[in-house]
């Protein structure tokens, strides 16, 4: 059966098993010790705004591009300290441009993201984002 687990704070939680897996959480969770989980943790995929070079991240870790035309993105838009985004090429369009609001690997431009290529960053104090990590997946 379906088991439901209620936490109050500040906030609510709701957890549903079986096939809803449903969280509905409105104002944020802080937890001052760890998180631990059994399984898998699944983060929703957004899709940024086509040919946005400044694209929102509030509230996601995992996006993807999808760029009809030539975008550098230059910064991102919403982002708070110690968040850590993923971000999945999906199109032929889409560079990255080293500037103040965005360090990448050896401050050198990315200009040569294809298709299923991976890039990672971690956000410093919610302008500033260096680069973690990136794969040529091409």
């Known amino acids: 059966g379906n088991s439901k687990i209620t936490a109050v704070t500040n906030t ?12 509905f959480n409105t104002d944020g969770i802080t937890n001052t010790g ?34 009809t035309g030539a975008t550098d993105i230059t910064a991102f838009d919403n982002g708070t300290a110690g968040q850590i985004i993923y971000i999945m090429i999906q199109d032929n369009n889409t560079d990255f441009t080293d500037g103040t609001n965005l360090q990448l690997f050896g401050g050198l431009d990315h200009d040569t993201a294809q298709t299923n290529d991976t890039i990672s960053f971690i956000c410093v104090d919610g302008t500033k984002w260096c680069e973690l990590n990136r794969s040529d997946n091409t």
Do not use: M, Q, Y
């Not at 631990?36 to 929102?56: K, L, M, R």
């Open 12 to 23: 609510s939680l709701t957890l549903r098993g079986g096939s809803t897996n449903t969280v």
């Open 34 to 67: 760890f998180i631990s989980a059994s399984g898998a943790i699944h983060h929703n995929v957004h899709t940024f705004t086509d040919e946005d070079t400044t694209p929102s991240v509030s509230g996601g870790t995992t996006f993807k591009t999808a760029n």
